[in-house]
């Protein structure tokens, strides 16, 4: 079976298994999604039921009960009933619980009538009991006036009040009958002109009488059983039905998990089959780490690598995108492996994201540098054409044959930037410099802990009269000794050291009080990783709202040597800082990176001219070239500009004469503690 047709019958069975999966998730959630909500219409039907029995029974007890709870009940016991009759699941999934709850409507909706019934016969009842006490009062009070027969028939209807009202509450049918009996026999006992009060008490009794039999047919029935059965019955059917589509669900599952087993099963077998394929690099197909390693644990000879690296490569693919990268990298890994090589058996490999390793068998007879040379000359004496135009990066190549080879190699490489190649050898003191670099890095830390980094302010002139007329802030490292150091040399290890943001943090927090006190404008560095970090910018703002005056005088220096990538960041910081009325300045422009259209975009108010450009004006005219170059682009944008690293009279007469504006330098000032304004 080629790799092809395992490719593609791997695919079609994860793929069954990746649709099966969705499936079952999808048909388990359904399930158990509509369960719960017809559950949850069951759990609302079986609510309101009770309800409806509370408030009949508040109603039947209490003389002033609120009747309007059981309207509302109703309303929501029916409006439950239809919500799960027109449930679109229920009728096509559970016909069966779908007919029984059809059957408990119908019973139910009866039944609604006799909750009527009942809500009429007790008001009924109610407004005659309402009235009872009101006219036992008075035939109380009659009674010193009347005749010993009149008071004996009043105190007869005064006892059989209590006795209409044990009947009704305790639905006593037999005793409600006697007491119709009593009742005829008091109105026959009365004279032709009885008393007005004890006529109105006989008539509240005869209504209360009267309509006892319909009052407690309807209290009855609503009490009955027979509809709590029929929802039980209901419940009953739907857990049978509910039980049979999960047993669907079970026995899919089931199937799903035979269908996965079967899938790691083959993908297993063709990963095994397949292992050759991971020790090659699926972009270059040269070999990759996986690959090297393996040859370098089975070799019994002596090895040596030249460890390749393509020169700014990160550049190159933030400027013309990935896609093109990767294009560039596939043409050097196949320029690699084209260039004459007459070392004993090669083997070419990709050991990076851009670095490449030849790794081989050295001769006595050729040194490692004779090699290495002869691969740097070679590469670059046939182009790499891509897309029509040529392509060919510049590459670093550094040698070693000391184990373990990858790693002195790659030390070498890092060790060195100016030397080309690079031959390990002990004397590069790479672990000297390994603990240079932690010295540094305790020495930074320590002084931002104890607030020895401080800032220094280096005066710009006007070239045209020669004063002062703004300050660059410039950060400087006290040591436990005393000594200010600049904080140049601790730069990358800052950033390796995630140190970097406070160092921003101080060099603000540090120089806005003495800004506020000292005239003329000051230009502070940010980094692009400063202007993406909210808290730096939310500082800036803070101090800025703090010293209210010296929003103005303020210039922010972006470093442009850092290729800036995210504009839409730096608009946005410059959107912030200029309602404050600060100025914006490129640092370090013309050193690589400069994009005219973009710095244009930003509408910049400063130009700082890269010190590169600038120290060497004396002798290179490419250099001025470059700079009137530049000064065009900013007297046409109406931006100011300034030369930076003047550090003699001809660099600063060569500067005045171009037509820059202002410059900086030791020849003019050196770094001072405090502004000379």
């Known amino acids: ?105 119908k019973y139910n909706n009866a039944n609604i009538e006799t909750y009527y019934d009942f809500q009429t016969s007790n008001t009924v009842i109610k407004n005659s009991i309402a ?23 009043l105190q007869n209807a005064i006892k059989l009040a209590g006795t209409v009202l044990v009947a009704k509450n305790a639905m006593d049918a037999a005793l409600m009958l006697e007491t119709k009996e009593a009742v005829l026999r008091l109105k026959n006992a009365s004279p032709t002109q009885t008393n007005e009060s004890l006529e109105q008490l006989l008539l509240h009794f005869t209504n209360i009488i009267n309509t006892f039999p319909e009052y407690s047919y309807a209290f009855n029935k609503i009490n009955d059983s027979t509809l709590a059965t029929l929802l039980t019955k209901v419940k009953d059917v739907f857990d049978k039905e509910a039980t049979q589509a999960l047993r669907f669900i079970s026995y899919f599952s089931y199937f799903l998990v035979l269908l996965f087993i079967s899938s790691l099963v083959l993908i297993s077998f063709f990963l095994i089959q397949s292992e050759r394929k991971a020790r090659t690099d699926g972009l270059t197909t040269l070999g990759n780490r996986k690959a090297y390693e393996e040859r370098v644990r089975g070799s019994q000879k002596k090895l040596a690598l030249l460890l390749i690296n393509i020169r700014k490569f990160k550049n190159y693919n933030d400027f013309y995108g990935i896609q093109a990268g990767d294009k560039l990298l596939i043409a050097t890994a196949k320029h690699i492996k084209t260039l004459p090589f007459d070392e004993k058996n090669p083997s070419y490999y990709r050991l990076g994201a851009d670095d490449f390793g030849i790794l081989y068998e050295p001769r006595q007879s050729v040194s490692l540098e004779q090699t290495a040379k002869k691969v740097l000359t070679d590469f670059s004496q046939t182009p790499i054409i891509l897309d029509g135009e040529e392509r060919t990066p510049t590459i670093q190549i550094a040698a070693s044959d000391v184990q373990p080879l990858l790693e002195t190699t790659d030390m070498a490489l890092k060790s060195n930037k100016y030397h080309n190649p690079i031959i390990y050898h002990e004397a590069l003191n790479l672990l000297e410099n390994i603990q240079a670099n932690l010295t540094k890095a305790q020495e930074l830390k320590t002084a931002l802990e104890h607030t020895k980094v401080i800032p220094y302010f280096q005066p710009i002139v006007n070239l045209s009269d020669k004063k002062v007329i703004k300050h660059e802030i410039l950060a400087r490292v006290v040591l436990e000794s005393g000594e200010i150091c600049s904080i140049f040399p601790y730069l990358h290890i800052a950033t390796e050291s995630n140190l970097y943001h406070q160092i921003t943090q101080t060099m603000i927090e540090q120089s806005f009080p003495i800004i506020a006190t000292h005239k003329g404008e000051f230009s502070l560095n940010l980094s692009i990783e400063d202007i993406n970090n909210p808290n730096i910018v939310a500082m800036i703002e803070a101090n800025l709202n703090k010293y209210p005056q010296i929003g103005e005088r303020v210039i922010f220096e972006i470093l442009e040597s850092e290729a800036i990538g995210d504009y839409k960041s730096i608009l946005a910081f410059i959107q912030k800082v200029r309602v404050f009325g600060c100025k914006i300045a490129i640092d370090d422009f013309g050193s690589g990176y400069s994009n005219f259209s973009r710095i244009l975009n930003l509408e910049v108010d400063i130009i700082k001219i890269d010190g590169s450009l600038v120290k060497d004006l004396a002798t290179d005219s490419k250099a001025i070239t470059i700079i009137e170059t530049i000064l065009s682009f900013t007297k046409k944008s109406n931006m100011l500009t300034v030369a930076e690293f003047v550090h003699d009279e001809a660099t600063a007469t060569i500067v005045e004469s171009l037509g820059v504006d202002t410059a900086q330098g030791f020849f003019f000032y050196k770094p001072a503690p405090q502004p000379l304004t």
Request: aromatic residues 10%.
């Open 1 to 105: 079976m080629n790799l092809s047709l395992r490719l593609t019958l791997t695919a079609l069975l994860g793929f069954g298994a990746l649709v099966a999966l969705f499936y079952f998730q999808s048909l388990s959630y359904n399930y158990y999604t509509q369960r719960n909500t017809i559950q949850l219409g069951f759990k609302e039907i079986t609510a309101t039921q009770y309800t409806i029995i509370d408030a009949v029974a508040a109603d039947t007890f209490f003389l002033y009960s609120n009747q309007d709870q059981l309207i509302e009940a109703i309303t929501k016991n029916q409006e439950a009933v239809t919500a799960l009759i027109d449930n679109t699941t229920l009728q096509n999934s559970y016909p069966q619980t779908h007919l029984a709850l059809l059957e408990y409507q």
């Open 131 to 153: 009235a009872i006490p009101i006219l036992e009062t008075k035939l109380t009070d009659s009674l010193s006036s009347a005749s010993p027969q009149e008071i004996a028939n």
